[in-house]
């Protein structure tokens, strides 16, 4: 939007900069939109144009002139009291240092933790670095259009469409360009803004025939029931030979098939999405055999969002060879949704529906014991038998069980720990933390943990811990938790005596060395990156044995970055720097003493919650 007002005394010029200059923090919206939910009315970070008053006879001495329209620098929708950044956040960055690592911001992410810090920089206003004398951008977009691109750009790959757009809205339409055109378009279609959708594209097609935009005109005439043009424009697309095999595909289904989905398709663009919604479309009847191939997370989302077609009656196959359609179609949803949870595009509830609805009685279920990590069918047997439970005892032990096998295998054959605490959390926060429920306290607190659940989780936490006096068994399990406890915490006190010989003694006494003291480094490796003091004596208890482990360990230009730039406070390189080091993968992946490194940046940089957040992830995450 172009702010131009006449400015005709020097009072009047002082308070028009003022409101330009301290705008973000006050007019920002208070928090991060979930991915693929409405966004809570964002507000503009622009200030409000007053009515236009008759301008007055300027008096002599007084100078006139021109305000140029507010830059894409202030476009955002967070700022610090909702946990964003400054708008000073690129302060001292170097701009080619940032135009080489912020575009490696990872496509996918599978940490909550490391999302949320991600959302909440690429949401954050703030204006780019400047460039050196002799730097060559390589491109003719200001500095500023490019850092506004590649933050829309990402946000897009991770799935947030939601935010896509409320950016976009922001946008003045001078400081358009082509990419920022077409990511609108795509987060209308993505949030079913259809009409603003297809009034960009006529506008589009005006003004030249791209191909990108003659696809979304043919769904326009769709929507329209304008069924004629939109015949006639499929065939000329088609005529044209466009490799763009998801298109046809959603294109049929809009028109009333269900053909199987392209083996070669790995993605949905937010046209194909559209598509398939005004269809109505149930899930691929061969999605068993391209779900693996799927890693992108707005995709997982929306396939995990359909639902099965309803049994064709005329299909003559055996019962047998429609049960294990049925049964691979199941399987193949269920990881699609965990997949999804994982990397923030499902929420919980969804999952949960889909595991309810598994039908575990054709074939017969094994029992419960004989499940493993691998058995994505497994998984929804025992939600359903934890549901089924009526006494909490019993309850407990079904969850129990479930929970404690995605925990011992740390997210290598199944989903880890955090997405399974997330199902499992609504269940939970309704049990009461009685004396006799003592036993399932530790797996209970780490649940609704890893669910961001703090107020629910602390009654089983006080529970083992009162108990602890007058019982040995309540100790253990309280000195299990005390790792926890104090990484959400933090402060700068060192830690009690003994304490991680205490905690070592918690483990099961069948656990290897070599496994106790890669846990206890992991352990100490990620107080310490939190800002928790430790002690010399405290690592002598992870000596004992060697610790070999074959986790990923940051590159040393990461390393000596994140280093340089925790030193001088550049929160936003620090933030970069620690998403790439960090990765796709969830923190655990990492090696202790990368993520002991990425800790300590964000806790020196001032993102200290953000720091602990990471920690305690990982710590769940790797069963500690």
């Known amino acids: 939007m172009t702010l131009r007002r006449r400015l005709l005394t020097a009072a009047a010029l002082g308070v028009?900069?003022?409101?330009?200059?301290?705008?973000?923090?006050?007019?920002?919206?208070?928090?991060?939109?979930?991915?693929?939910?409405?966004?809570?009315?964002?507000?503009?970070?622009?200030?409000?144009?007053?009515?236009?008053?008759?301008?007055?006879?300027?008096?002599?001495?007084?100078?006139?002139?021109d305000l140029a329209a507010p830059g894409v620098d202030r476009i955002g929708v967070v700022d610090t009291v909702a946990g964003g950044f400054s708008s000073q956040l690129w302060r001292g960055t170097d701009l080619e240092l940032l135009r080489r690592v912020l575009p490696q911001l990872p496509r996918r992410i599978a940490s909550p933790a490391a999302r949320k810090l991600a959302f909440n920089l690429l949401l954050s206003p703030g204006a780019p670095p400047p460039s050196s004398d002799n730097a060559d951008t390589g491109s003719a977009l200001t500095a500023s259009q490019w850092l506004l691109e590649t933050r829309v750009s990402a946000l897009a790959a991770l799935g947030d469409w939601t935010n896509v757009a409320a950016l976009l809205?922001?946008?003045?339409?001078?400081?358009?360009?082509?990419?920022?055109?077409?990511?609108?378009?795509?987060?209308?279609?993505?949030?079913?803004?259809?009409?603003?959708?297809?009034?960009?594209?006529?506008?589009?097609?005006?003004?030249?025939?791209?191909?990108?935009?003659?696809?979304?005109?043919?769904?326009?005439?769709?929507?329209?029931?304008?069924?004629?043009?939109?015949?006639?424009?499929?065939?000329?697309?088609?005529?044209?030979?466009?490799?763009?095999?998801?298109?046809?595909?959603?294109?049929?289904?809009?028109?009333?098939?269900?053909?199987?989905?392209?083996?070669?398709?790995?993605?949905?663009?937010?046209?194909?999405?559209?598509?398939?919604?005004?269809?109505?479309?149930?899930?691929?009847?061969?999605?068993?055999?391209?779900?693996?191939?799927?890693?992108?997370?707005?995709?997982?989302?929306?396939?995990?969002?359909?639902?099965?077609?309803?049994?064709?009656?005329?299909?003559?196959?055996?019962?047998?060879?429609?049960?294990?359609?049925?049964?691979?179609?199941?399987?193949?949803?269920?990881?699609?949704?965990?997949?999804?949870l994982a990397f923030g595009t499902a929420n919980a509830d969804l999952l949960r529906d889909i595991y309810r609805n598994v039908n575990i009685k054709d074939p017969a279920p094994p029992t419960l014991t004989q499940i493993t990590a691998a058995d994505a069918r497994g998984r929804a047997f025992l939600y359903q038998s934890a549901l089924a439970q009526t006494v909490?005892?019993?309850?407990?032990?079904?969850?129990?069980?479930?929970?404690?096998?995605?925990?011992?295998?740390?997210?290598?054959?199944?989903?880890?720990?955090?997405?399974?605490?997330?199902?499992?959390?609504?269940?939970?926060?309704?049990?009461?933390?009685?004396?006799?429920?003592?036993?399932?306290?530790?797996?209970?607190?780490?649940?609704?943990?890893?669910?961001?659940?703090?107020?629910?989780?602390?009654?089983?936490?006080?529970l083992v811990r009162n108990m602890a006096r007058t019982s040995r068994e309540a100790g253990q399990i309280a000195d299990g938790l005390w790792p926890l406890e104090r990484l959400m915490a933090g402060g700068s006190d060192p830690l009690p005596a003994e304490s991680i010989r205490a905690w070592i003694a918690s483990l099961p006494a069948s656990t290897p060395a070599d496994v106790m003291a890669v846990r206890g480094e992991t352990l100490l490796a990620l107080l310490t990156g939190a800002g928790i003091p430790t002690r010399a004596s405290d690592w002598l208890p992870v000596m004992a044995a060697s610790a070999k482990s074959d986790a990923r360990v940051i590159a040393p230009h990461l390393w000596n970055g994140l280093d340089l730039a925790a030193q001088d406070r550049r929160a936003g390189e620090v933030a970069v720097l620690s998403l790439v080091a960090i990765g796709e993968d969830s923190p655990a992946r990492a090696s202790a003493v990368s993520l002991q490194q990425v800790l300590k940046a964000l806790h020196i940089a001032e993102r200290s919650g953000d720091a602990r957040a990471i920690a305690l992830e990982t710590a769940l995450a790797l069963g500690l």
């Not at 966004?39 to 007084?62: M, Y």
């Not at 790995?266 to 005004?278: G, I, N, V």
């Open 169 to 340: 809205d922001f946008v003045p339409a001078d400081q358009m360009t082509e990419t920022l055109r077409r990511l609108k378009a795509e987060a209308n279609l993505a949030v079913n803004h259809v009409g603003q959708a297809c009034t960009q594209t006529q506008a589009a097609l005006n003004a030249t025939p791209d191909v990108y935009w003659q696809k979304i005109q043919f769904f326009c005439q769709m929507n329209a029931e304008e069924s004629s043009a939109a015949g006639l424009g499929l065939s000329l697309l088609r005529e044209q030979r466009i490799d763009d095999p998801a298109f046809f595909w959603a294109a049929d289904v809009l028109g009333g098939a269900q053909p199987p989905a392209p083996v070669t398709m790995t993605k949905l663009e937010p046209l194909h999405f559209a598509m398939l919604r005004k269809a109505n479309a149930t899930l691929p009847p061969n999605l068993a055999d391209i779900q693996a191939k799927i890693v992108d997370p707005a995709t997982l989302g929306w396939l995990a969002a359909l639902i099965p077609a309803e049994e064709n009656k005329t299909d003559k196959a055996p019962a047998a060879t429609k049960r294990e359609r049925r049964r691979a179609l199941e399987e193949a949803r269920i990881l699609i949704a965990e997949r999804a």
């Open 392 to 462: 909490p005892v019993a309850r407990a032990e079904v969850v129990a069980l479930a929970l404690d096998l995605v925990r011992a295998d740390r997210g290598e054959k199944g989903p880890d720990f955090i997405v399974m605490g997330r199902v499992y959390a609504p269940m939970l926060s309704e049990m009461q933390p009685t004396p006799d429920l003592m036993w399932f306290a530790g797996t209970a607190a780490r649940a609704l943990l890893a669910a961001d659940m703090p107020d629910k989780a602390k009654p089983w936490l006080d």
């Open 16 to 65: 028009l900069a003022a409101g330009l200059a301290g705008g973000p923090q006050a007019l920002a919206q208070e928090a991060v939109t979930a991915p693929g939910t409405a966004p809570a009315g964002p507000l503009s970070l622009l200030p409000e144009a007053a009515p236009e008053a008759p301008p007055p006879t300027p008096e002599p001495g007084i100078a006139v002139g």
